[in-house]
């Protein structure tokens, strides 16, 4: 065997290798393009269903009128990860569930029972980050607003009002402590 036909083969079996290894690349980028595409098509319709069910809860005449802006409100928040999704745009999975989630269209007795169960719960721990944090009194008021939120909270709804989702989000937030 000749130098040069030890070369055109040598030439010839890395020029294989190479043509194997640029199509399992290939073939690797194709799969991993198609993964995320069916995972934001599938969140895609996820949401479109979501945001239908919160306009037909919406629509219902039953609905109470406060429940009705938090369905309203959610299917905008659907609609808007939607059209990020289908625009390309980079959208946390949190924020797809979040969006994807829809209100009930009125609360039970039992429902609105243990919520103002878990916001006592939350006045609670609101109260001990009061006493734990006397030395910093920026902290302290944040744990007395939330204090005074929860309990606002509890008033209305022991009343027999309606609070939005927001709302409630909101009187159940307790501050980190450092």
Known sequence: MTTKSFVRKCGLIAAVFGFAAAALMLTACAQTVRAPATDQESNVLTLNRAAQLDFQRAA???????????LYKQAAEADTVMHELEHGYQVSPQRITEAAYVPPATMTSAERANLIARLEQVKVLDSHGMNDHNDNPILTEDFI???R???????????????TSEEISEAL???ERP
């Open 60 to 70: 219902q005449p039953t609905t109470d009128p406060v429940a009705r802006l938090d």
């Open 173 to 175: 937030y307790v501050p």
């Open 149 to 163: 939120r929860a309990d606002r909270t509890i008033r209305i709804l022991r009343s027999g009002e309606d609070l």
């Open 145 to 147: 607003e939330q204090n």
